[in-house]
C-alpha cells in the first residue's frame, strides 16, 4: 500500500438512506486526505454513524465503493478486514464498545483487541493524568460514569498504531475542559502518525479552521 492512505468514497449511498437524495457524502466521488482532520455535521438518523460503520467495514448495506488507497475496501474478505483495522484504522464507536466487567486499564490495553498497545505504560498514565481518569484505572468499567467511559474508549484507540482515527461523537459527555484536552491528545497522534481523523458531532466551540467540514 502507498505512503499515503486516502479514503476514497465512490457514490456510496447506504441503503436504509436510499429515498433521500444527494449531499456532500452521499452519491459523491469525494476523497480523503491523511494527515488532514474532518468533522461530519448532520442532525440524528441521516447517517454520521452508518458512516463510520461503513469506513471501518461493519456496514455492508450500501451500493458504489469505498477506497483506502487503491485498494477497494468494498470488495474486501472479513480476513482483509481485521488486517485493514490492525494496520491503519481505529475506531471510537458511539456505544463505545468496552466491556464493563474489565477495569479502565485492562480496556485501555486490550488495544482494540487486535495486537499489543503501542504505547509504553508510563505514557499511557500520562494521557490518563491529561484526562483525569488516573484515579479510574483499577475500577471496573461498569462503575464508571459515561464521560469516563468515553475518555477510556479515546485511550484504547490511541494505544495502537493508525492512519485514520473514526471517532463517533466522542466528546456528547465532556466537560468544556476535558474536551480541549482530549481534542489536544488526539491532534497529537494523528500528527505524530501522520493519520486522517473523522469526527462526528464535533462540538461548535473547537476551532473550526483546523477541520474540513462535510455535512450530510
Same mark, same amino acid.
Given at each position: 500500500?502507498?505512503?499515503?492512505?486516502?479514503?476514497?468514497?465512490?457514490?456510496?449511498?447506504?441503503?436504509?438512506?436510499?429515498?433521500?437524495?444527494?449531499?456532500?457524502? %452521499?452519491?459523491?466521488?469525494?476523497?480523503?486526505?491523511?494527515?488532514?482532520?474532518?468533522?461530519?455535521?448532520?442532525?440524528?438518523?441521516?447517517?454520521?454513524?452508518?458512516?463510520?460503520?461503513?469506513?471501518?467495514?461493519?456496514?455492508?448495506?450500501?451500493?458504489?465503493?469505498?477506497?483506502?488507497?487503491? $485498494?477497494? @475496501?468494498?470488495?474486501?474478505?472479513?480476513?482483509?478486514?481485521?488486517?485493514?483495522?490492525?494496520?491503519?484504522?481505529?475506531?471510537?464507536?458511539?456505544?463505545?464498545?468496552?466491556?464493563?466487567?474489565?477495569?479502565?486499564?485492562?480496556?485501555?490495553?486490550?488495544?482494540?483487541?487486535?495486537?499489543?498497545?503501542?504505547?509504553?505504560? $508510563?505514557?499511557?498514565?500520562?494521557?490518563?493524568?491529561?484526562?483525569?481518569?488516573?484515579?479510574?484505572?483499577?475500577?471496573?468499567?461498569?462503575?464508571?460514569?459515561?464521560?469516563?467511559?468515553?475518555?477510556?474508549?479515546?485511550?484504547?484507540?490511541?494505544?495502537?498504531?493508525?492512519? %485514520?482515527?473514526?471517532?463517533?461523537?466522542?466528546?456528547?459527555?465532556?466537560?468544556?475542559?476535558?474536551?480541549?484536552?482530549?481534542? $489536544?491528545?488526539?491532534?497529537?497522534?494523528?500528527?505524530?502518525?501522520?493519520?486522517?481523523?473523522?469526527?462526528?458531532?464535533?462540538?461548535?466551540?473547537?476551532?473550526?479552521? $483546523?477541520?474540513?467540514? @462535510?455535512?450530510?
Amino acid at each position: 500500500m502507498a505512503d499515503s492512505f486516502p479514503l476514497r468514497l465512490q457514490q456510496v449511498l447506504p441503503v436504509p438512506l436510499a429515498g433521500r437524495g444527494p449531499n456532500t457524502i %452521499w452519491r459523491q466521488d469525494i476523497s480523503l486526505n491523511s494527515g488532514r482532520n474532518y468533522q461530519i455535521l448532520a442532525p440524528s438518523g441521516t447517517g454520521k454513524s452508518t458512516l463510520i460503520g461503513i469506513l471501518n467495514g461493519i456496514r455492508k448495506d450500501y451500493s458504489g465503493n469505498v477506497f483506502l488507497g487503491e $485498494e477497494n @475496501l468494498s470488495k474486501a474478505s472479513l480476513d482483509r478486514w481485521v488486517e485493514i483495522r490492525r494496520k491503519y484504522i481505529s475506531t471510537v464507536f458511539q456505544d463505545l464498545r468496552l466491556f464493563d466487567q474489565l477495569t479502565a486499564a485492562e480496556n485501555i490495553s486490550l488495544s482494540g483487541g487486535f495486537e499489543p498497545p503501542a504505547f509504553s505504560k $508510563e505514557q499511557v498514565l500520562e494521557w490518563c493524568v491529561r484526562l483525569q481518569i488516573e484515579g479510574k484505572l483499577h475500577d471496573k468499567v461498569g462503575q464508571l460514569s459515561y464521560g469516563q467511559k468515553q475518555r477510556v474508549a479515546l485511550l484504547r484507540a490511541l494505544n495502537r498504531k493508525f492512519k %485514520w482515527l473514526l471517532l463517533d461523537e466522542p466528546f456528547s459527555h465532556l466537560d468544556v475542559d476535558n474536551m480541549r484536552v482530549a481534542f $489536544e491528545l488526539i491532534n497529537e497522534q494523528c500528527r505524530a502518525q501522520h493519520a486522517g481523523l473523522i469526527v462526528t458531532g464535533l462540538d461548535h466551540r473547537f476551532n473550526q479552521d $483546523e477541520f474540513i467540514t @462535510l455535512e450530510i
